[in-house]
């Protein structure tokens, strides 16, 4: 069972940017697909991006293209997400997930393998 330990998150205005961490342990990082996603208040957690477990292949939604990079160390097991130009719409807290099938991190947050505890960002305006 692979374990995830998210951080770098907090307050931020808009049009800043911040940096998340994930660390994974547990099992062979490499061989996981993993993901964020994002719970805003009231709202239902959603795909924000994903990265193959080579870390050749990136998803993102489109409301954060070209603003946010996903990216990936397999020799430290992390998996970040670099998050420019941050709007307020971006608040909310910012999960991590794991799973050794793509489509499945792609397809949205329903039965992952593995998820982190949260990171809360707020973007002021």
């Known amino acids: 069972q692979v374990q995830l330990v998210e951080s770098g998150g907090g307050l931020v205005q808009a049009g800043g940017s911040l940096r998340l961490s994930c660390a994974a342990s547990?099992?062979?990082?490499?061989?996981?697909?993993m993901a964020w996603f994002r719970q805003a208040p009231g709202k239902e957690r959603e795909f924000v991006a994903a990265i193959t477990g080579s870390g050749g292949n990136t998803y993102y939604v489109d409301s954060v293209k070209f603003r946010f990079t996903i990216s990936r160390d397999n020799a430290k097991n992390t998996v970040f997400l670099q998050m420019n130009s941050l709007k307020p719409e971006d608040t909310a807290v910012y999960y991590c997930?794991?799973?050794?099938?793509?489509?499945?991190?792609?397809?949205?947050?329903?039965?992952?393998?593995?998820w982190g505890q949260g990171t809360l960002v707020t973007v002021s305006s």
């Open positions: 997930a794991a799973d050794p099938l793509l489509n499945k991190v792609r397809a949205g947050p329903d039965n992952l393998n593995a």
């Open positions: 547990g099992r062979t990082f490499s061989s996981l697909a």
